[in-house]
């Protein structure tokens, strides 16, 4: 049973435009949620991330929002370049199991 | 400023032969961890250490063994490496597991078991 889903295998979008990256989780422990990008061959690399008791999380062109009835969250990237082309992964903690569940990833593309 | 350093980058094994991967963090970090990534999944963390002398069991433990002697490394065994264990491997470091404190990945290691 997998607890974190990234319904979207792949995404693309032109430059300039708005990403928008979805995530969908089961199990109600999870207290954090992280975003990770990754290039490829290289390892992921932390984006963004947000608690349980927050619904928006803003950093610069990044935002995370949290639908905690839905059990659902997304990543928006406003505007897209093409140097965001990576895989994003989606990663829920539960702080007390003391380990973070990754989604499968959705690999983005953003054309010039 | 090296991070989290893993060691090799890649390996070919035959069926049946042992090998360690090796992990070094240089961020005096509590947290360790290890993950295999296969084609078109996600990270699943196969063991983990909260601090040095620890380790725990994740989703995937099965063929794998690890040790934390030092804190600033986490080893990663295979004692009879098969096919299935083909994979990317990723190490990660944290200072933390509270406030979901970000974890930081090192290069990865592909390894091909024949």
């Known amino acids: 049973d997998q607890q974190v889903k990234q319904n979207s295998p792949s995404l693309s979008v032109q430059e300039g435009r708005i990403s928008i990256l979805n995530c969908d989780y089961t199990?109600?422990?999870?207290?954090?949620f992280l975003w990770y990008k990754k290039y490829p061959a290289e390892g992921p690399t932390f984006l963004i991330s947000?608690?349980?008791?927050?619904d928006k999380n803003e950093d610069g062109r990044f935002t995370v929002f949290l639908n905690k009835s839905a059990k659902h969250l997304s990543l928006h990237i406003v505007p897209s370049q093409p140097g965001d082309s990576a895989v994003y992964f989606c990663a829920a903690s539960d702080t007390n199991a003391g380990k973070s569940t990754f989604g499968d990833g959705t690999t983005l593309t953003v054309k010039p | 400023n090296a991070g989290v350093t893993q060691t090799p980058k890649f390996r070919v094994l035959k069926t049946g032969q042992s090998m360690t991967l090796l992990c070094a963090q240089d961020m005096n970090h509590e947290y360790m961890y290890w993950y295999r990534q296969d084609p078109g999944m996600g990270l699943r963390l196969i063991h983990y250490?909260?601090?040095?002398?620890?380790?725990a069991k994740g989703e995937v433990p099965d063929g794998y063994n690890v040790s934390r002697l030092k804190k600033q490394n986490f080893l990663l065994g295979l004692e009879s490496a098969a096919p299935s264990q083909t994979s990317v491997y990723f190490c990660a470091s944290s200072y933390s597991f509270n406030s979901g404190t970000e974890a930081f990945f090192g290069q990865g290691t592909r390894l091909t078991v024949v």
């Open positions: 250490s909260v601090g040095e002398g620890t380790t």
């Open positions: 199990n109600s422990m999870f207290d954090y």
């Open positions: 947000i608690s349980s008791i927050k």
